[in-house]
């Protein structure tokens, strides 16, 4: 690594005791959890955002710009050091895991350079070394922190993250702490009151999804409210000539079946560059320009470091899009989701900018998972309440229901991804063509994601090191077995022979994409039967004994028993991801050890159980209607 950092190094050597305007102030304005469709530029004449509108008439606005995650500590650990969290391990949301020791934090090398680096203040970044990397990487980070404590003449690198459209605000806090949150800080005049709100196609419109969706629009309207006093701020003090400023959200929509989702309204965000005068020179665009070029969250900080003359690592992978030199534009941009909180998840996306083709490898799972964090919303209540009542219609109700394998949208003529394309004559060679960008993808950034998450959390190892082991790790046998998965009755006779396969990985995925399978395999339970008694990798055996339990219920009770006894919290959690997918009356079969084991864990205050207790609360939710309210844990 030393000869990545020779150039940073001489040229902070340079500019330790002089700084001068030749290189651009930068500003990040980012929010959260909010899709370009809910932003005034972007089309929504009922939103309140006339301080992002002006950034975009006077500068750059994106069309095409995705976050490489649907949820915020994956997203952040990619802005933070540009490598998307599919390539680290780090996918899974909220996690600890290792990275290798060469990949820093990017303001860490501004730093280096003479730059005053400012963080208000969010960080978020989902590595195990995070504190670290934080104190590295700024000058100062707090919900005080800004470009005011520099030197005199000290170009600066300043964030300000409005949590003001957070899912907290939108959807997951009581409406009392919303008003409290979001109303109380408003005008009469900045309140969005309009009782006809747009509302996603996958919504039922009703008087109670219209009164969730105001707080959608209010809590935008304030983050536009907090954007407009640092702009103002920043034109006071003499900066704003001098500053370039990004303006972007951290992915997709903080609602149903949005945010923690592969789908457009999961990953697509809305992104606005302006530019001022002193530094045109380093836009390729003009002003007031609609560009439909892709960009990724990967891009961010090369672009950052090459902007102010700052020699970018070699790790970093992403295209430089603005500056003295350019990269050639990209072909595909890819995103991935993985656990979210408590739920388990694996699905991979590729956009060429106007298509979006994603592969679900759980496809069991439904858009709408059970997750306590969006379980104890209004939104979501009121989404599974109208499914329970018959009152949605066929799209509506897919989001509630197991999932496809694979889906395209079409982001042109179906801003909502509601309409699938996967099985359209006419897109055959678009979906072969993104289909297979998709895989070598995964292929040749070895995505560690497709060993578990039971490995991360078993092995001292960082992810991406465990991956880089093509003996343990043969990417291309296991994904051979993942792929399978969805496919129907007609491999299932190569699943079962994937069983027998000799790396637990690739087993693995031969008993996820049989506990996919949606026909009978009653046929083939003994023998299914035999293989799970000889099982050694646990999370194969998991699955595997969900799986016999699903289609014979009566005869593996005992066995589904044990799932639930499970004192490792990760098995344990794998078990209720998937028992919780299961019809009522299985679960109900169930219930009393569920209760029993939720009692165990709060009377002997088990460490590590609270995603696993978190589940058996919704497993009694579901079942036995049991209150569930809002946490600010979260």
């Avoid at 799972?365 to 309440?385: E, K």
């Avoid at 194969?540 to 289609?551: D, G, Q, S």
Wanted: with cysteine; glycine share 6%; charged share 25%.
């Amino acid at each position: 690594m030393k000869k990545i950092y020779t150039n940073v190094l001489s040229l902070c050597a340079v500019t330790s005791s002089l700084y001068g305007q030749d290189r651009p102030n930068i500003l990040w304005l980012t929010y959260e959890d909010t899709s370009p469709e809910f932003i005034g530029c972007y089309g929504n004449k009922q939103a309140k955002t006339p301080n992002i509108d002006k950034l975009a008439t006077e500068g750059v606005r994106f069309n095409a710009a995705y976050s490489t995650g649907a949820v915020s500590s994956p997203s952040r650990f990619c802005l933070i050091t540009g490598v998307p969290a599919n390539d680290m391990g780090t996918g899974n949301h909220r996690s600890s895991y290792k990275i290798p020791e060469e990949v820093k934090a990017f303001p860490y090398y501004l730093r280096q350079a003479g730059y005053y680096t400012t963080n208000n203040s969010k960080t978020d970044y989902n590595m195990d070394n995070a504190k670290e990397i934080t104190r590295e990487a700024w000058s100062e980070s707090s919900n005080k922190a800004g470009w005011w404590n520099r030197e005199p003449g000290q170009p600066f690198f300043a964030v300000y993250n409005s949590s003001a459209s957070h899912q907290s605000r939108t959807m997951t806090n009581s409406w009392e702490k919303y008003e409290q949150q979001v109303l109380s800080f408003l005008t009469e005049e900045e309140k969005v009151k309009d009782p006809h709100l747009e509302i996603p196609a996958f919504f039922r419109n009703s008087p109670e999804m219209q009164k969730h969706m105001s707080r959608v629009y209010n809590s935008i309207a304030l983050m536009d409210k907090e954007f407009g006093a640092w702009l103002n701020r920043l034109e006071k003090e003499g900066l704003k000539d001098s500053t370039i400023i990004f303006c972007f959200s951290d992915h997709g929509e903080g609602i149903t079946r949005s945010k923690g989702s592969a789908t457009t309204t999961g990953y697509q965000v809305p992104f606005i560059i302006w530019i001022p005068v002193m530094y045109k020179h380093l836009s390729p665009w003009g002003d007031g320009i609609i560009t439909h070029e892709l960009v990724s969250f990967e891009d961010l900080a090369p672009t950052i470091l090459n902007l102010t003359g700052v020699d970018i690592p070699a790790y970093m992978k992403g295209r430089v899009f603005m500056g003295e030199k350019i990269a050639p534009e990209k072909k595909y941009v890819f995103s991935g989701v993985d656990r979210t909180d408590e739920s388990s998840e694996l699905s991979r996306t590729v956009t060429d900018g106007r298509y979006q083709y994603t592969r679900v490898f759980m496809p069991f799972q439904p858009f709408v998972r059970w997750n306590m964090y969006y379980d104890v919303s209004g939104m979501q209540q009121t989404v599974r309440d109208d499914y329970k009542k018959g009152l949605l219609n066929e799209v509506q109700c897919s989001i509630m229901e197991p999932r496809e394998a694979e889906y395209l949208y079409d982001t042109y003529t179906d801003k909502w991804g509601v309409k699938n394309l996967i099985d359209d004559p006419a897109m055959q060679d678009k979906i072969e063509e993104l289909r297979n960008a998709l895989i070598k993808n995964i292929i040749d950034t070895r995505d560690p994601h497709f060993m578990t998450e039971y490995v991360f959390k078993t092995e001292d190892h960082a992810p991406a090191v465990l991956a880089a082991d093509t003996q343990e790790y043969p990417i291309k046998e296991i994904l051979k077995a993942a792929i399978l998965t969805g496919k129907g009755e007609e491999v299932v006779s190569h699943q079962i022979q994937y069983l027998r396969h000799t790396n637990p990985y690739v087993r693995y995925w031969a008993a996820i994409g049989l506990f996919s399978q949606r026909g009978s395999l009653k046929r083939q339970l003994k023998e299914l039967e035999g293989i799970t008694r000889k099982e050694a990798f646990p999370p194969t055996r998991i699955v595997l004994t969900a799986l016999l339990f699903k289609h014979e219920s009566r005869k593996y009770i005992n066995d589904a028993k044990k799932l639930i006894g499970e004192d490792d919290p990760e098995q344990l959690r794998m078990a209720l991801n998937l028992l919780i997918t299961l019809d009522n009356h299985q679960q109900q079969i169930l219930l009393e050890d569920i209760k029993s084991k939720l009692e165990y864990n709060k009377d002997n205050n088990k460490k590590g159980m609270f995603a696993c207790n978190e589940y058996m609360r919704l497993f009694l939710h579901n079942l036995e209607g049991l209150t569930i309210s809002g946490d600010d844990s979260f």
